[in-house]
Structures are given as structure tokens and as C-alpha cells.
């Protein structure tokens, strides 16, 4: 086979030169790296570990460190391969629908009384076990190689958003040679790349890829290139079981925006975020955070003697133990919404926390104000969600733990040790909380084997320990980690602070491992602390006034009219319903953008991902005689329904 070799290098290079361009305009991070890369190479300050190789008139990337090849076959051929085993079904997804494993069938949602006729509906008139799409929407690609296996399956596929992950930027940049990436945002579809080993990277691009046509995400294809890719395809699993449509409903929203408003009647104080800006209340005071991680065990009597020295603050949960140790937390941390946070600050003395303040999220349950208000104990209120703009919004986390680390170092505070924050459980006992806590769990330290089809959050995993060089824990605990490190990353381009993680748990980038010996030895060097800390927070909290949602309860009953009278138009068609329902959405949110309450329009937005989720899942299926307009008519009467319940709920809350 004759080669033109120059035109096969200006083909090269043009290739590489439009990626570029597409790079610098959509993606100038990963841009940037490449430049820095390719100037490196060219000045030998890096050394090459990868080169593209032309074999026997096909590329391949070369290990130079070996001498090995990525493919070593036919790269071309071996794309088509790969594209003909991907096909319109769910196999090799990642189905976001929860099912019951018992029956096969879709898991209803027993708390979204809206949701519960469609899901019923999917299952009974839906063969869930052979499933085929109509089109894929959404489409992950986990590794590149040289990236033709991409082009590939996009001809057969063409999803609508697409993301492309490859950890190593190396093999990236050879790929800019070979395969066209402007191809992937082409028309309206989107493209998100994660190129790098940087684990919080790759979290967040696959927050924006998931949060990008949310109602999309029923069902979301994928390929892996290659098997040492698992880590990454593990990453995924882990991010999906914990970000999907139920995780955090509309209704939970309700409820908890009822209980905030709840607050401002009973004229509680308010963290206020403008009073806490200019003010620095722990100035020169270090603070000691205890998490309820079975570490704690090894410190109870060090925090016991040296408490004094500390501004001390825990989580509700180690509440009851502290107590039965003669430690006295300054600040107590509690976000709850369950009922379960009332037993955690239930204490044996009613006078336990009489100088002490607690920081809770206003959707705590009324069983747990019932237990503040009435042992008259000094609380205040942080917003769920912005709710009150006015008051600014300290942010929230999935857990108790990483929420008053947030907090504390939005508040300013300076020198922090962290002790129980173990993201792992006991090494021996299998405890996963320290003794005494209110609550207990424990694991099976035998159960270590991982299945690489059937990812669960039990499995035990080994990782980089903080004070030991590896851990046992699972990804149910290693959440926590994810928790801290998000969190790290948001907070420290504004924040200046020092923090010490004393837990014999797994590692926290962000936080300097610190061993009991040492922390004695800083301990012994430290002053009183005598920060009047009710005082303190008096002074950067507020009691919220004036409010009035008059007029977006007018508003909430013109909506709620004009549903009724979309429900009387006659629908021809599965377009047609679409057509329709699309317009009277967009009339909704110009409604809501008005109100006062910003508010109702999240909530009408977290109602719509959830129930077009299912929608579009039907809508999206091939099955015959599925869209008929007996079914059609049905799913526009349920979406209609859905929308006047919750408008007429939220109106009845904001009275």
C-alpha cells in the first residue's frame, strides 16, 4: 500500500489544529493543558511516554517504556468491532429508574403521590425485561485510546450529551490527531470532556453532565475501553447512587420550605451572612470538631483534660456520649430532617447545653424543636435553601460531619482539628461509630470480595489511610471523603485556614494528618479558651420580619387555572403532547420568575425533572402500540394533575 506521507501528516495536523480550536473555544482548561504539555515535549522538559505510530496502515499508540502497543491490531477494524456490540438496549447503562430487585419492576416513589400513576402505568403496560430506545439520550465513554472507537458508535448512536473521560492527558492529546471532537457538539448536542487523573475533576464534570436535560437521565448509556478503567466506571456507579431524581424530591422540598417558614413565625434567629462577613468571632481561637467516626474512642480522655483550650464542637449524634464523659461542646451541629435527631439531643440533664448553642437546617422535624424549645435551649437557624435572600446562604452538605466543618470555616474559623471524621469503620470491630453513640452499625470485615458487574455499597475496599498507610472501609463510608473533598475544593480559593484531621480513618486531601502524640505536644502550648460563644452568635444572626407572599399566592392560583384549562385541549399525537406541554411549561417559569419566592420555581423545576424523567422514558420506548392516544391522553392528565397538587400544596404552605 502506497502512503503519501506528507498529505497523511497535513491531514494530521489539520485534524489536530481544528481539535485545538475547538478546545481553546469550549474548553480552555483542558486546552491550556495541552499547550503546557506540548511545550514541555518540545523543550525536553517532560519525557514522552506515549507516541503514535503508524503500523501496517493503521495508528497505534507505542508505550515507550516497553516498547508495548495500546492496540496491537488493526485500530480501525477493531473500532468497528466495538461499535457493532453497542446496540439501543439497556445493557451497559447505568439505569437511574430504581427497580425492585425482587419483580423487575420500577420501585414507586411512595412519598411523590403525583409520580405513583405514571410509575404504575410503566409497569404494567411496559416489557421492562426487553427494553429498546427509540433513541440514546445520554452516552458515557470512559477512556479514549485514539479515540476512533468514538466516532465509531457516535454514527450509530449520535446521543444527545455526550461524555468522554480519559485520565491521561498524554494519550488525549495523540487522540486530537485521529478522531474529530467538534463532531460531538454539532447541531444541539453537547459534549463534556474530564481529561486528567484529578478524581474531584471528573465528580464535578459528571455533575454537569447529569444536570444538563436532567429528564434525560432514565437511562444512561456507556463504554469502557478498557478493564483497568473500572476505577473510573466505580466512580460513576458511586456518583449515580448517591445524585439521582429521588435522592432529594420536590416534595422533601415542600415540607422543609413549610418548616422554614415555620422558623420565621416563631421569630427565630437567623445566621446572617452580611453580619458574618465583616466579623471574625474566632480570631485567634482553635477549634476542636468532633464527628462521631469510632477514632473518637482513642481521644475521649486527651478532649476530656484539654477541652477547656477549645472552642469544642460536635455533631448531634455524639451528643450523649460527650455527656457521659464530662465534655461540654460549645457549638452542636444538627441537620436532620428525621425524628431521629430528637432521641440524639435528648441528654440525661435537661441543663446539659444550658451555655451551649446549637446550629441546625431549618427542615429539622418538629419532634426535635419540640425537645429545644422546651428545654429552652439556644439555637440558630441556618436556610435549607435560599429561600430569604436577604439572609445570604451558608451552603449545605450531605452530612452532619463535612456541614460543620462547611460552616465553622465560613464563620472564619482558623485552626480546626478534626477527630472522628473516619470515613471508615473500626479496623478490628467493624464498628462504623464510636462506642456509646446514638446510633450503631457495624460490618462484616469477611466480606471483602467485589463484584465488578454488581457494584455494592457494602463492598470492602482498601484505601490510603490517614495515619496508616491503608484502610478497610466501603463506599457507603467512603461517601463521607467525597463529602470532605468537594467541600475542601469549594471552600479554599477564599478561605485561609489550618486543618488537622486526628482520625485513624481514611485520608482527606486538605486536611494535614496529625497523631495524638503530636497533638498532645501542640495541646500542652495552647491558651484558654473564653469566647462567650451565645454572645458571639448573637451577633451575626437576625430575626427575619416583614415577610409577605401575597401576591405569589395570586400567582400560584393562575397557574393553577390555566392547568385546568390545559387539561381541556385536545391532544392529536405523541408530538402534539409535547408541543403542549413544552409551551405551558415555559408560561409556568415566566410565572414563576416573578414571584417574590424564588423558591416555587425550583420546586416546579425538581417536579418536572422527576416526573418527565418517566414521561420520556415512555415516550422513548419501542414497544408497539405504546403511544397510542389512550396512553398519551392518560400521561398529559397525570402531568397536569401533578402540577395543580403541588402548586395548590406550596400555596397552602405559604400562608
Excluded at 146 to 167: A, F, V
Aim: proline fraction near 2%.
Amino acid at each position: 500500500m502506497n502512503i503519501d506521507f506528507n498529505e497523511l501528516e497535513k491531514s494530521l495536523q489539520s485534524i489536530y489544529q481544528k481539535n485545538l480550536n475547538f478546545l481553546k473555544e469550549n474548553f480552555f482548561d483542558i486546552y491550556n493543558n495541552i499547550e503546557n504539555l506540548s511545550k514541555s515535549i518540545l523543550h525536553n522538559n517532560y519525557k514522552e511516554k506515549y507516541s503514535l505510530e503508524l503500523c501496517d496502515g493503521y495508528f497505534d499508540i507505542k508505550n515507550l517504556e516497553n516498547n508495548g502497543f495500546y492496540y496491537s491490531t488493526n485500530s480501525y477494524a477493531d473500532a468497528e468491532k466495538r461499535a457493532e456490540i453497542v446496540d439501543y438496549t439497556k445493557n451497559s447503562s447505568y439505569n437511574l429508574l430504581r427497580t425492585n430487585p425482587k419483580n423487575g419492576k420500577l420501585s414507586f416513589p411512595l412519598d411523590l403521590k403525583d409520580i405513583v400513576p405514571i410509575v404504575d402505568f410503566i409497569n404494567k403496560e411496559i416489557d421492562l425485561d426487553n427494553i429498546e430506545f427509540l433513541e440514546i439520550k445520554k452516552f458515557i465513554y470512559i477512556g479514549v485510546g485514539l479515540g476512533l472507537h468514538l466516532s465509531e458508535i457516535d454514527k450509530k448512536i449520535k446521543s444527545y450529551t455526550t461524555m468522554i473521560i480519559e485520565p491521561e492527558l498524554e494519550i488525549f492529546r495523540l487522540s486530537l490527531f485521529t478522531v474529530d471532537y467538534t463532531e460531538f457538539k454539532e447541531g444541539n448536542r453537547e459534549l463534556f470532556l474530564s481529561v486528567g487523573k484529578d478524581k474531584n475533576q471528573r465528580y464535578n464534570t459528571l455533575a454537569s453532565f447529569y444536570k444538563h436535560h436532567e429528564y434525560m437521565n432514565y437511562n444512561i448509556k456507556s463504554y469502557k475501553l478498557l478493564e483497568n478503567f473500572d476505577y473510573i466506571h466505580d466512580e460513576i456507579t458511586d456518583f449515580f447512587t448517591n445524585n439521582f431524581m429521588l435522592a432529594f424530591p420536590y416534595s422533601k422540598v415542600i415540607m422543609n420550605l413549610e418548616r422554614t417558614l415555620s422558623h420565621v413565625r416563631e421569630k427565630d434567629r437567623f445566621l446572617d451572612l452580611k453580619k458574618i462577613v465583616p466579623t471574625d468571632i474566632f480570631k485567634n481561637k482553635r477549634v476542636l470538631m468532633i464527628s462521631a467516626g469510632p477514632s473518637l474512642d482513642n481521644y475521649i480522655d486527651i478532649i476530656k483534660e484539654n477541652q477547656d483550650k477549645f472552642v469544642v464542637v460536635c455533631v448531634d449524634v455524639i451528643l450523649r456520649k460527650l455527656e457521659k464523659n464530662g465534655i461540654v461542646p460549645d457549638i452542636v451541629f444538627s441537620i436532620d430532617p428525621s425524628p431521629m435527631c430528637a432521641n440524639y439531643l435528648k441528654t440525661s440533664d435537661p441543663n446539659y447545653l444550658k451555655n451551649s448553642v446549637i446550629i441546625l437546617m431549618t427542615q429539622q422535624d418538629k419532634s426535635t424543636m419540640k425537645i429545644i424549645r422546651d428545654r429552652e435551649l439556644n439555637f440558630y437557624c441556618s436556610q435549607f435553601a435560599t429561600i430569604f435572600e436577604e439572609l445570604g446562604y451558608l451552603g449545605t452538605a450531605e452530612n452532619v460531619g463535612t456541614f460543620s466543618f462547611l460552616v465553622m470555616i465560613r464563620l472564619k474559623a482558623k485552626e480546626l482539628y478534626l477527630i472522628g471524621n473516619d470515613a471508615a469503620f473500626d479496623q478490628i470491630t467493624g464498628n462504623r461509630y464510636s462506642k456509646d453513640s446514638s446510633y450503631i452499625q457495624m460490618e462484616n470485615l469477611e466480606e471483602n470480595i467485589i463484584n465488578k458487574d454488581n457494584i455494592s455499597l457494602d463492598d470492602i475496599i482498601s484505601v490510603k489511610g490517614n495515619l496508616q498507610d491503608y484502610v478497610k472501609t466501603n463506599r457507603s463510608l467512603l461517601n463521607f471523603k467525597d463529602t470532605y473533598d468537594v467541600t475542601i475544593k469549594e471552600l479554599s480559593p477564599y478561605y485561609e485556614y489550618e486543618a488537622y484531621n486526628l482520625s485513624d480513618g481514611v485520608f482527606v486531601d486538605g486536611l494535614t494528618p496529625l497523631s495524638p502524640e503530636l497533638f498532645l505536644e501542640k495541646v500542652k502550648l495552647f491558651d484558654i479558651n473564653n469566647m462567650n460563644t451565645i454572645e458571639k452568635m448573637n451577633e451575626i444572626s437576625t430575626v427575619v420580619d416583614g415577610y409577605n407572599f401575597e401576591d405569589d399566592s395570586k400567582k400560584i392560583s393562575l397557574i393553577i387555572s390555566r392547568t385546568k384549562k390545559f387539561q381541556k385541549i385536545k391532544i392529536k399525537s405523541k408530538d402534539d403532547f409535547l408541543g403542549n406541554k413544552l409551551d405551558h411549561m415555559i408560561w409556568i417559569l415566566s410565572i414563576t420568575k416573578t414571584m417574590k419566592m424564588d423558591m416555587i420555581s425550583k420546586i416546579f423545576l425538581q417536579y418536572t425533572e422527576v416526573v418527565d424523567t418517566y414521561i420520556n422514558f415512555v415516550l422513548n420506548l419501542k414497544q408497539n402500540d405504546l403511544h397510542n392516544k389512550k396512553n398519551i391522553d392518560f400521561l398529559s392528565l397525570k402531568w397536569s394533575n401533578g402540577i395543580i397538587s403541588i402548586f395548590k400544596e406550596i400555596k397552602n404552605k405559604i400562608k
